[in-house]
């Protein structure tokens, strides 16, 4: 092309590509732990502090022991002041000793003005503290995603499925 003559070409070392495998599952067929989990995250959302969006998040987290712990988001007039659901959730875990215990992670979102069928796919800055959580865990963290209404997106892993190239420093 005229003008690009003189242009350095680049050196290509390797082509690599990432595949992302997930699922679309119907509900009421997963099993007795996940269901349990997406209606507490469902419960959770009940309690969002979200007068200014009007979209109420909520997030729950199943430890290895069964115990459920939730958490939803928490808006501020202040608009960048507030929280989402999933990083109220993990910290609160956090704050009280038990991110090494999260197995599984479910995230439901419902509005009072809009029919919210499809699953709440969590922001950026939430998957990257969504990795760092999965990472204190030393496993893979099951991720359960639905709306109001409607299938569920299910993924294995948060690093793998939800944040490849997350921020990471070796400490
Ligand atoms: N929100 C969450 O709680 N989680 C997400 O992953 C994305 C968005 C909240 C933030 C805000 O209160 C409202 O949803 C609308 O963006």
């Given amino acids: 092309m005229a003008g690009l003559e003189n242009e350095k070409r680049f050196t290509i070392l390797s082509k690599q590509s990432l595949h992302i495998p997930f699922e ?5 067929s997963l099993p007795a732990d996940e269901q349990d989990l997406l209606r507490a995250a469902f419960e959770a959302a009940k309690g969002a502090f979200a007068p200014y969006s009007g979209f109420h998040v909520g997030c729950s987290l199943l ?72 990472k204190r865990a030393e496993q893979p963290f099951v991720v359960l995603m639905q709306g109001a209404r409607g299938d569920v997106l299910r993924l294995n892993g948060v690093k793998n499925c939800l944040m490849p190239f997350s921020f990471d420093i070796e400490i």
């Fill in 63 to 134: 430890l290895e022991d069964g115990e459920i712990i939730s958490g939803n988001n928490q808006e501020n007039v202040a608009y960048p002041s507030g929280l989402c659901a999933e990083r109220t959730a993990l910290f609160y875990a956090g704050s009280i000793g038990k991110a090494a215990k999260i197995r599984k992670i479910a995230i439901r979102a419902a509005s009072l003005t809009i029919d919210v069928n499809q699953p709440p796919t969590s922001c950026g800055a939430c998957r990257q503290v969504m990795v760092e959580y999965e």
């Fill in 24 to 28: 679309i599952v119907e509900a009421a």
